[in-house]
Nanobody, 123 residues
C-alpha cells in the first residue's frame, strides 16, 4: 500500500502563498487518484482538490477554484498543492489522500491518508 507524508504548512498572512507537498512511498502515485482535503477546528473534513490517476484531470472545491492548483511529479512520486491568495477561511489542517478505482470527492472513500500539515492564515 501507499504511505503519504505532507509538508509545507505554516503561518502566512492573508493574501500570501504556500505550497504543500505530499511525498508518497510504497506505490507509484499514478496508481491512485490523489486528493487534498482540509479540516478546520469544529468542522468536518472537506474536499479541496484532486488529480486523477492518469494525471490528466483535476477538480477543485468552489471555495479554492482559481486560487489553488494541484499538480503531480511522477518522477518524485509527489503531489503538490500551490495555494495563492490565501484567506483566513483557508486555515485548517491539510491532508493528502489516495484512492484507487473510482474517482471520488468524499473523504470517507479514501483509504490512505497522511498525517496532515497545519496551515494558518493570519490577518
Amino acid at each position: 500500500q501507499v504511505q503519504l507524508v505532507e509538508s509545507g504548512g505554516g503561518l502566512v498572512q492573508a493574501g500570501g502563498s504556500l505550497r504543500l507537498s505530499c511525498a508518497a512511498s510504497g506505490r507509484p502515485i499514478n496508481w491512485y487518484h490523489m486528493g487534498w482535503f482540509r479540516q478546520a477546528p469544529g468542522k468536518e473534513r472537506e474536499f479541496v482538490a484532486v488529480i486523477t490517476l492518469s494525471g490528466g484531470s483535476t477538480r477543485y472545491a468552489d471555495s479554492v477554484k482559481g486560487r489553488f492548483t494541484i499538480s503531480s511529479d511522477n518522477a518524485k512520486n509527489t503531489v503538490y498543492l500551490q495555494m495563492n491568495s490565501l484567506k483566513l477561511d483557508d486555515t485548517a489542517v491539510y491532508y493528502c489522500a489516495a484512492k484507487e478505482s473510482e474517482l471520488s470527492l468524499r473523504p470517507g472513500e479514501y483509504p490512505y491518508w497522511g498525517q496532515g500539515t497545519q496551515v494558518t492564515v493570519s490577518s
